[in-house]
């Protein structure tokens, strides 16, 4: 499982909260955290201002409540939260894997898993909701798949089309059928 881990664990950045302007990244590597900012500003003291950059091992993060509330203030808690984690040791493998790897494996999920499974992340809601994945639902779940419920998935969506009882689909299939027919004549 370490393979899946780069170079670069974690990177994130924001900018700090008005009035400021100034841009903040972060970076959290194998073996160190990278605060970089940036000051924007109008008044001429600090035009002259060089980007700056603090590095810390993962030590010294832990121990550092000072950079802790500035990443806070500038990109929330739970990213403290997160890459407090990180530098623990504690890494999130299934966030890392990739989203055909994941697809694959949520095919085999009940739906009411998959319902849940989506309201876990960003990353998970998305994937719970694409194309790809209820193409193959529905694929597994009938017998054949006609070029007309292609032709109608592109409108609809293939999710739409499995919750979709087969009188509807029927009827949405002849309803286009029709329109198509109507176009030609």
Request: aromatic share 10%; net charge neutral.
């Amino acid at each position: 499982m370490a393979s899946l881990i780069g170079e670069t664990v974690f990177e994130s950045n924001g900018q700090a909260p008005a009035p400021s302007k100034d841009f903040y990244q972060l970076v959290i590597t194998k073996k160190e955290v990278i605060w970089r900012f940036w000051k924007i500003s109008l008044r001429s003291e600090f035009r002259n201002t060089n980007p700056g950059e603090l590095r810390e091992t993962h030590k010294e993060y832990l121990d550092d409540s000072s950079l802790q509330a500035q990443i806070a203030t500038v990109l929330g808690a739970n990213i403290v939260s997160y890459t407090l984690n990180l530098c623990r040791g504690n890494f999130d493998y299934l966030e890392r894997l990739p989203d055909a790897l994941l697809l694959y494996l949520i095919l085999y999920l009940d739906l009411e898993d998959v319902a849940q499974l989506s309201q876990t992340s960003r990353r998970f809601e998305k994937l719970c909701s694409s194309d790809a994945l209820w193409e193959r639902i529905v694929e597994n779940s009938c017998d054949t798949i006609t070029p007309e419920m292609r032709a109608l998935s592109k409108e609809v969506g293939w999710k739409q089309i499995f919750f979709t009882n087969k009188l509807h689909l029927q009827m949405q299939i002849r309803r286009r059928r029709q329109t198509s027919e109507n176009l030609v004549v």
